[in-house]
């Protein structure tokens, strides 16, 4: 008989006791400041000044921004997806696997709980369980690349679109489509939206999901790369909001969507 004292402990296990029905940790990733500003990847055309960024440090954004812990294979895909010379095969192949990586730390952050199973061989091993109760929202048409990622990682998670558009006589954002959920203000929302450039785009839609009854700590921002000036702005309008990037830059890839949809 399999005694309480045979119990295998997880050994990534990070978690501490938590119940459904309470707050789960934000599990940490690398934050941005201005010690760790990721180096500039840009040409001759782009400014290599690193003031902008390091103007927007961790004591003017919080733990809000989290970056994922930079390597070289991150490093490596981020250069490709910048290369002027990379072809849309390629772009498309590293874009989707940058996404992955991105899709894959923002659902470690949603909640989890402790779990214990059986083993084939009988013994009982402690892990964790993803909760319930989450959903992706994709800023169109750019979000829409990283959907497929998500769905990887989740066959059934229930995917929303916002469509924002620059309104052409007054240049803000407009909202002219928004589908979500029916129970979406009860649940955690991984908002997609790969490139941050002036965060208008992204703060119109965390507008749309407030009115929806979603609240800004239930909002985790997925994106590819961030602008301080971007992810700023995002954060002071909206404090509780989470942003996860894997690079902070003053020039942004605004081609992305373009290349990613061959439109360009």
Do not use: W
């Not at 990534?12 to 990733?29: A, D, I």
């Not at 470690?108 to 009982?124: D, F, H, I, M």
């Amino acid at each position: 008989m399999q005694t309480a004292s045979s119990l295998m402990p997880c050994h990534n296990q990070q978690l501490n006791n938590v119940s459904s029905g309470q707050e789960h940790p934000m599990k940490q990733v690398r934050f941005a400041n201005s010690s760790s500003s990721v180096p500039a990847v840009v040409s001759n055309s782009e400014p290599s000044d690193a003031t902008t960024t390091q103007s927007v440090s961790q004591d003017s954004l919080g733990p809000q921004l989290k970056l994922l812990p930079l390597n070289d294979q991150i490093r490596e895909l981020q250069t490709i997806i910048r290369d002027k010379t990379t072809s849309r095969g390629d772009f498309v192949f590293c874009a989707d696997r940058l996404i992955r990586l991105v899709v894959e730390e923002g659902l470690n952050q949603l909640p989890y709980s402790e779990c214990t199973v059986t083993t084939p061989t009988g013994y009982k091993y402690e892990g964790v369980k993803f909760e319930r109760g989450n959903c992706g929202v994709s800023i169109m048409r750019s979000g829409e690349a990283m959907e497929q990622g998500l769905r990887d990682c989740c066959r059934s998670i229930r995917i929303g679109k916002i469509l924002i558009q620059s309104d052409e006589e007054t240049q803000k954002a407009k909202v002219y489509y928004a589908k979500f959920p029916p129970d979406v203000y009860r649940r955690k929302v991984l908002l997609m939206y790969p490139i941050l450039s002036t965060g208008n785009t992204v703060i119109e839609a965390v507008r749309v999901l407030i009115e929806h009854g979603v609240q800004p700590k239930h909002i985790i921002l997925l994106s590819l790369f961030s602008t301080p000036h971007g992810a700023k702005s995002i954060i002071q309008e909206f404090p509780d909001i989470t942003i996860l990037t894997t690079e902070v830059h003053p020039v942004a890839p605004t081609h992305f969507g373009q290349r990613y949809f061959g439109t360009d």
